[in-house]
Nanobody, 129 residues
Framework: QVQLVESGGGSVQAGGSLRLSCVAS???????????MAWFHQAPGKEREGVAG???????NYADSVKGRFTISKDNANNILYLQMTNLKPEDSAEYYC??????????WGLGRQRYTYWGQGTQVTVSS
């Protein structure tokens, strides 16, 4: 069982930066190194979409809209997932969710939202123009 708690959201002006954090509490003696993890976002009236994912082997994937601006990283020792967001745009405004799934190899990101088993409660990001 995994519990995920996000933090770091807030309100910024366009061009600003934020860093989101997701602390994972993992039962059974496992660490987040055995999980693939990702950030998704959801704006009002829209589908929840993948923003960035990190596989068990550390490889990363990004949505085209955030490439070059966002960086996903994971601190396996402390079970923390990060999303560094720079050059934020108003269209980045959304609720941001941390997600995780137990990984036995292979891609999680490529299988989409349904691959991820565990979800946090979300943190709001608002970017004003």
């Amino acid at each position: 069982q995994v519990q995920l708690v996000e933090s770091g959201g807030g309100s910024v002006q366009a061009g600003g930066s934020l860093r989101l954090s997701c602390v994972a509490s993992v039962d059974g003696g496992y660490t987040s190194s055995t999980y693939c993890m990702a950030w998704f976002h959801q704006a009002p009236g829209k589908e929840r979409e993948g923003v960035a994912g990190i596989e068990r082997d550390g490889s990363t994937n990004y949505a085209d809209s955030v490439k070059g601006r966002f960086t996903i990283s994971k601190d396996n020792a402390n079970n923390i997932l990060y999303l560094q967001m720079t050059n934020l745009k108003p269209e980045d405004s959304a609720e941001y969710y941390c997600a995780a799934a137990r990984s036995y190899g292979g891609t999680c990101w490529g299988l989409g939202r349904q691959r991820y088993t565990y979800w946090g409660q979300g943190t709001q990001v608002t970017v004003s123009s």
